[in-house]
């Protein structure tokens, strides 16, 4: 039986906002059990992901019933963000001088105690926040959104687990989900292409209009960040159509994880070194020179650091401008998977 590609986009749509809101609620709820580092990590890439989502399919939801979802999600983003840039900070602190002299130690564990403060603060309000979170409500939230596309066809192991996830199980209102026969949502004759080449042809222009002979020399860190910040929406979005995508996205997703990557950790340097200057403004002004200069040498360690972290971000700008123009390729036909291979591998040449 054929469908509509208008019906194939709805249940690629709801396909995706189910796995990722029951995602995102799964890491909520195992964090509001105990908070722990990798669980604070792992539940803002759940929201980040879940935003994704939400953006790429946003016209076709109604607009409040979009909205408080984003909303929702955006909120579990920035309640989680404050205290894990500021564990980070902290652990590079601890890195910045193994094996300096005494001066050197001494001065960073006084930076380390005020960021361990800051940490016990933050995380203070974040265990207030997530309290105040209600997993129930956010869970109705998402799957109003998949009622509100009317009729589509879910895998059925997908309509299992969000039935088993929620007791409530307002998405078991069977007059707006069919069970899916097929063993494959999309049959690969029907992958639903125009709507992956719009989003990411779309999100992909700052990192391709990102000139790296002319623009990565004299690039601030300002817009560097923002290459990173597009770099992770690039990511996201191909994860969500990588299924559909001729050849899939896999290796592209690679790509722009490894930018992501290097040009966040460029960025840690530069947060770090910010909040050092900012100290030595701070103590010069309260006549505490001698902890003011031991923090400037601090800063030039940091400066190396970031000078070198700079310089490992263009080599993933490359590949992943590369990976998106054979990407495009792919899904216009001009060329496949084992082809754009074959040109990576001779372009040294």
């Known amino acids: 039986m054929d469908f509509p590609l208008e019906d194939m986009d709805r249940d690629f749509a709801a396909q995706v906002i189910l796995r990722r809101s029951e995602q995102l609620l799964?890491?909520?709820?195992?964090?509001?059990?105990?908070?722990?580092e990798e669980s604070i990590h792992d539940t803002r890439v759940a929201s980040r992901r879940m935003r994704a989502a939400l953006e790429a399919f946003q016209d076709l939801f109604p607009a409040a019933a979009w909205q408080a979802a984003f909303d929702?999600?955006?909120?579990?983003?920035?309640?989680?963000?404050?205290?894990r840039e500021e564990e980070v900070t902290l652990t590079l602190l601890k890195d910045l001088t193994n094996g300096g002299d005494l001066a050197e130690n001494l001065c960073r564990e006084y930076l380390e105690e005020r960021c361990r403060k800051n940490v016990a603060r933050l995380q203070e309000k974040m265990v207030r926040q997530l309290r105040a979170m209600d997993v129930r409500r956010m869970r109705a939230e998402f799957r109003s959104l998949v009622e509100g596309l009317g009729p589509v066809r879910l895998q059925d192991e997908l309509l299992e687990s969000a039935e088993v996830a929620g007791q409530d199980t307002r998405i078991k209102a069977a007059s707006k989900v069919r069970r899916a026969r097929q063993a494959s949502l999309f049959p690969p004759a029907d992958r639903p292409v125009s709507r992956a080449v719009d989003v990411v042809r779309d999100l992909a222009k700052p990192v391709?209009?990102?000139r790296s002979r002319y623009d990565f020399p004299r690039a601030s860190?300002?817009?560097?960040h923002a290459l990173?910040?597009?770099?992770?929406?690039?990511?996201?979005a191909m994860e969500?159509?990588?299924p559909a995508w001729p050849g899939g996205l896999a290796d592209e997703v690679a790509m722009a994880r490894a930018l992501q990557d290097s040009a966040g950790e460029y960025h840690d340097w530069?947060?770090?070194r910010d909040r050092l200057r900012a100290q030595i403004r701070r103590l010069t002004s309260k006549e505490t020179t001698h902890l003011a200069f031991q923090i400037g040498r601090l800063l030039a360690h940091v400066e190396d650091h970031k000078s070198s972290k700079r310089k490992e971000i263009l080599p993933t700008l490359t590949a992943i401008q590369a990976g998106i123009h054979d990407a495009l390729d792919r899904a216009a036909g001009r060329v496949s998977r084992p082809a754009a291979a074959e040109r990576e591998v001779e372009k040294p040449q």
């Open 228 to 236: 990173r910040i597009a770099a992770k929406k690039l990511r996201y």
């Open 26 to 36: 799964r890491e909520i709820s195992t964090l509001k059990r105990g908070i722990r």
């Open 240 to 242: 969500i159509f990588d």
């Open 270 to 272: 530069a947060v770090l």
């Open 208 to 210: 391709l209009s990102f």
């Open 221 to 224: 860190d300002e817009r560097l």
């Open 72 to 83: 929702s999600a955006k909120a579990i983003t920035r309640t989680l963000g404050k205290a």
